[in-house]
């Protein structure tokens, strides 16, 4: 038996990085996986590969700041697997630029792709796990959600509002069996993490951030996305996570 036997889940910017590991364990463990990304090639792709292994997959285009897209993937969801039991909110961009270097349109575009978009998943998802009963949502934020002093101001800020905009659904919810948590990865081996390290001065600097002596993985960050998205986690709701091999705990 997997540890998702079962379930229904939609996972947001999935079709690669860590949203595309989450998909492929979760389909291992039993889910029913809905991939949704604006990378539709990659979606369909992923599809594909969940679907000629065995698993059950289905996939949309998905810009997640657009409501009527949210509302069409719900709504489609529902349609092919008749509940929603598992959201995790892992699209989003980074933007690197201090407060004085940002531009209105590039704060804008940060903060409706990564704290908007989150919001709508929320907004649309949980009257569908109320009607099941129940859910566990999970939104990825990051270490810099967590504290001040790495990367940009808009996305720094984005990430600490979807901490808090979590405790705020755990506690509102609670009572309908619906669980909220937010996760917190630190330095992650992804291709964005690549393309904010491309030189060996700047990575050395980082992965001397982090106490444990090696960047994380994909892997590591699904694992534990996996365990709030169990039933192994049925107590668990409104903590945040973080997974960044000891980052904050200095």
């Known amino acids: 038996m997997g540890r998702l036997d079962g379930k229904v889940a939609i996972i947001t910017g999935s079709a690669s990085g860590m949203g595309k ?34 698993g059950e997959a ?7 700041t657009s409501e009527k897209d949210w509302i069409r993937v719900v ?14 909110n892992n699209a989003g961009i980074v933007n690197a630029a201090s407060l004085l270097d940002d531009s209105v349109e590039q704060w804008q575009k940060t903060v409706d792709v990564n704290l908007t978009g989150t919001f709508l998943g929320m907004k649309h998802v ?44 755990a506690i509102d919810y609670a009572k309908q069996n619906i669980r909220v948590n937010s996760v917190h990865p630190g330095f992650i081996q992804t ?7 491309s030189n060996k001065a700047i990575k050395k600097m980082f992965k001397d951030l982090t106490p444990l002596p090696r960047f994380g993985k994909p892997d590591d960050v699904a694992s534990s996305v996996l365990f709030l998205a169990s039933d192994e986690s049925a107590y668990i709701t409104g903590i945040e996570l973080p997974i960044d091999g000891g980052y904050s705990a200095k």
């Open 75 to 88: 709504k489609d969801t529902f349609g092919q697997f008749g509940k929603i039991d598992i959201l995790v």
């Open 191 to 197: 291709q964005m993490l690549e393309n904010l390290i």
């Open 126 to 169: 949980i009257p569908k796990m109320i009607e099941n009963n129940g859910g566990s949502i999970i939104n990825i934020s990051s270490i810099t959600g967590l504290s001040g002093g790495l990367g940009g101001n808009s996305y720094s800020a984005s990430k600490g509002a979807i901490r808090i905009l979590s405790k705020g659904a």
């Open 58 to 64: 289905i996939g949309f285009y998905h810009d997640v």
């Open 21 to 54: 590991t989450e998909i492929l364990l979760f389909a291992k463990e039993g889910a029913k996986v809905v991939v949704t990304d604006i990378l539709e090639d990659k979606v369909n792709d992923l599809v594909s590969e969940v679907n000629s292994n065995g």
